[in-house]
């Protein structure tokens, strides 16, 4: 099956696996972060455990030995909570609400993963599962009229179509605000970050002569960006979006990694820090203002530089092709087995004709550089690999009784997992991008192909984004430019994954990695010459 076929909601070949067939008992695995979660060791009662006359019969030895493993037991109970991981979120429950259950009847009775003392797991029967359920029916995106009364506002402020002339989507906007104050003062992208201080001066100085009078109003020129790095984190983005930036045609807005389509524009950055205000989409087109007024400029005739009309920029959010979380609380009462909407529904929405750029990675050792990366303490192999063996107990509880889906967009599911290893099941992510976006407007990357022939991947880039080639002498300034983001040399000195972490990951990942390479058609992205 082609791409093309995927683009509008096609259906793979369903074989109902048993797990899918049988009923199972329910288990209660998900809960209600908005409330803090106690063991039922701590809350419940203590049954009466012998009677005032029995208490007396007992020797003294005896009710001594007694009342001291009780105090032993109370003192270990306190020091394991207040050692907890402090890391984690702050209302994730304990590990063991999610550790896989076996129920009699129920298919996975005989497929839970055996866990030896050393820690391996026998895979097979939970990547058989995987396998499985891959065969899925792909997601109907929302109706259009759906998609724009769920954020009526957004779609209010921007047009349906934009400037013929100008290859990046822009329009003119009327400017209805106070010719004295300061047009950038109430942005949260420059109240949130001193870095961006310099730009946003140099932004508001400039602001008024960039103003068009036309029929006694006053109109800016607004921009999106042209073409959207979606991820994945820890898969060269960084490097990727600062490489494009030296081509002539591809200018720098404001911030390179803005993450407003999954998580500012709700209001959040991190669930454990909270909702605060939303940052509006006039914040976020304020991050395009530079590329807006070189544009402008050469609209106006005052540059004299026609080359401005084929300008382009983007953005490199590693957030774009994954994070839904944000629905999952704002609709919690509706509990939905799956986000109502996806990111890529809006963007869609607004810009049918949208560029999407993906890099990717070999998922097991993207996870290992996630960990280390975003761990600050105690970082190790060997807590790696522990941290990896509860992920997957975690994922196959849910699989239990959720959807293949479901689990890997499960908000629940993803703050109690100590590492991100859903983030390494690409495939899904990108069926559901497929579903609204053609694949003539996705270009899919590998890291590995990236770093091994960097100038051949970055004009396959410049291709996709309909730019010209590069004089000599850009050329050598782009592949002389040392590599961005790479590990620390702390992270380096705790050295590679444990083999046992390695060969457990891969095996978890070969599902989803097959089937990606099949939709793909390219059998590199099996990654099964990684090391």
């Known amino acids: 099956?082609?791409?093309?076929?995927?683009?509008?909601?096609?259906?793979?070949?369903?074989?109902?696996?048993?797990?899918?067939?049988?009923?199972?008992?329910?288990?209660?695995?998900?809960?209600?972060?908005?409330?803090?979660?106690?063991?039922?060791n701590l809350t419940g009662k203590w049954p009466p455990l012998f009677s005032a006359t029995n208490l007396w019969s007992l020797s003294k030895?005896?009710?001594?030995?007694?009342?001291?493993?009780?105090?032993?037991?109370?003192?270990?109970?306190?020091?394991?909570?207040?050692?907890?991981?402090?890391?984690g979120f702050l209302f994730t429950a304990s590990p063991e609400q999610f550790r896989p259950v076996v129920i009699l009847g129920s298919p996975l009775a005989t497929a839970a993963p055996d866990v030896s003392p050393?820690?391996?797991?026998?895979?097979?029967?939970?990547?058989?599962?995987?396998?499985?359920?891959?065969?899925?029916?792909?997601?109907?995106?929302?109706?259009?009229?759906?998609?724009?009364?769920?954020?009526?506002?957004?779609?209010?402020?921007?047009?349906?179509?934009?400037?013929?002339s100008?290859?990046?989507?822009?329009?003119?906007?009327?400017?209805?605000?106070?010719?004295?104050?300061?047009?950038?003062?109430?942005?949260?992208?420059?109240?949130?970050?001193?870095?961006?201080?310099?730009?946003?001066?140099h932004l508001k100085s400039s602001f008024q002569q960039h103003l068009l009078p036309r029929d006694g109003s006053l109109f800016r020129l607004r921009c999106l960006p042209f073409f959207y790095i979606i991820g994945q984190p820890k898969c060269g983005t960084t490097d990727l979006f600062h490489r494009?930036?030296?081509?002539?045609?591809?200018?720098?807005?404001?911030?390179?990694?803005?993450?407003?389509?999954?998580?500012?524009?709700?209001?959040y950055i991190r669930f454990k820090d909270g909702f605060r205000e939303n940052f509006s989409v006039e914040d976020y087109l304020d991050l395009f203002d530079l590329e807006a007024h070189k544009i402008q400029e050469s609209l106006s005739g005052n540059?004299?530089?026609?080359?401005?009309?084929?300008?382009?920029?983007?953005?490199?959010?590693?957030?774009?092709?994954?994070?839904?979380?944000?629905?999952?609380?704002?609709?919690?009462?509706?509990?939905?087995?799956?986000?109502?909407?996806?990111?890529?529904?809006f963007i869609h929405a607004i810009q049918p004709d949208a560029r999407i750029i993906i890099m990717l990675r070999d998922p097991v050792e993207r996870l290992y550089s996630d960990y280390l990366y975003f761990k600050v303490a105690n970082k190790s192999a060997e807590d790696f690999h522990l941290k990896v063996l509860e992920s997957i107990?975690?994922?196959?509880?849910?699989?239990?009784?959720?959807?293949?889906?479901?689990?890997?967009?499960?908000?629940?599911?993803?703050?109690?997992?100590?590492?991100?290893?859903?983030?390494?099941?690409?495939?899904?992510?990108?069926?559901?991008?497929?579903?609204?976006?053609?694949?003539?407007?996705?270009?899919?990357l590998r890291l590995e192909d990236y770093a091994a022939n960097l100038k051949t991947t970055i004009k396959t880039v410049f291709d996709f984004l309909s730019v010209?080639?590069?004089?000599?002498q850009a050329e050598a300034a782009l592949t002389k430019r040392p590599m961005l983001n790479r590990r620390r040399a702390a992270d380096r000195n705790l050295g590679p994954m444990l083999p046992t972490t390695r060969n457990l990951l891969r095996e978890f990942h070969q599902p989803f990695n097959r089937k990606l390479a099949s939709a793909l058609h390219n059998k590199a992205f099996f990654w099964t010459s990684s090391p």
Not at 16 to 22: F, P, Q, T, Y
Not at 468 to 472: F, K, T, W
């Open 244 to 267: 494009l930036l030296l081509h002539p045609d591809i200018k720098f807005n404001t911030m390179k990694e803005p993450h407003w389509w999954t998580r500012k524009r709700f209001g």
């Open 393 to 444: 107990h975690l994922f196959q509880s849910c699989l239990t009784m959720r959807s293949l889906r479901s689990c890997v967009y499960n908000t629940s599911l993803s703050n109690a997992m100590p590492v991100r290893l859903h983030l390494g099941m690409y495939v899904v992510f990108i069926l559901d991008w497929l579903t609204v976006f053609h694949q003539d407007q996705i270009l899919v």
């Open 303 to 345: 540059s004299g530089d026609h080359h401005a009309l084929q300008l382009i920029t983007g953005e490199a959010s590693a957030s774009t092709m994954w994070d839904n979380q944000a629905w999952s609380y704002l609709h919690s009462a509706d509990e939905e087995a799956e986000p109502p909407f996806l990111t890529q529904d």
């Open 118 to 164: 050393n820690g391996v797991l026998d895979m097979k029967p939970l990547v058989h599962i995987i396998d499985s359920r891959l065969e899925y029916t792909l997601r109907t995106p929302p109706k259009l009229e759906d998609v724009f009364e769920a954020d009526s506002h957004l779609f209010s402020r921007i047009p349906r179509h934009f400037l013929p």
């Open 166 to 201: 100008i290859k990046s989507p822009c329009w003119w906007e009327r400017f209805s605000g106070d010719l004295n104050s300061d047009p950038y003062r109430k942005n949260h992208f420059r109240l949130s970050s001193k870095s961006f201080k310099t730009v946003y001066e």
């Open 468 to 472: 010209g080639p590069l004089s000599e």
């Open 61 to 87: 030895v005896k009710v001594m030995s007694f009342l001291m493993g009780l105090t032993l037991m109370f003192i270990v109970m306190a020091s394991y909570l207040l050692l907890w991981d402090k890391e």
């Open 1 to 40: 099956m082609s791409l093309a076929d995927c683009s509008h909601g096609c259906q793979y070949n369903v074989h109902r696996s048993v797990a899918e067939g049988c009923e199972c008992r329910p288990v209660r695995t998900f809960f209600d972060f908005r409330y803090r979660i106690m063991s039922e």
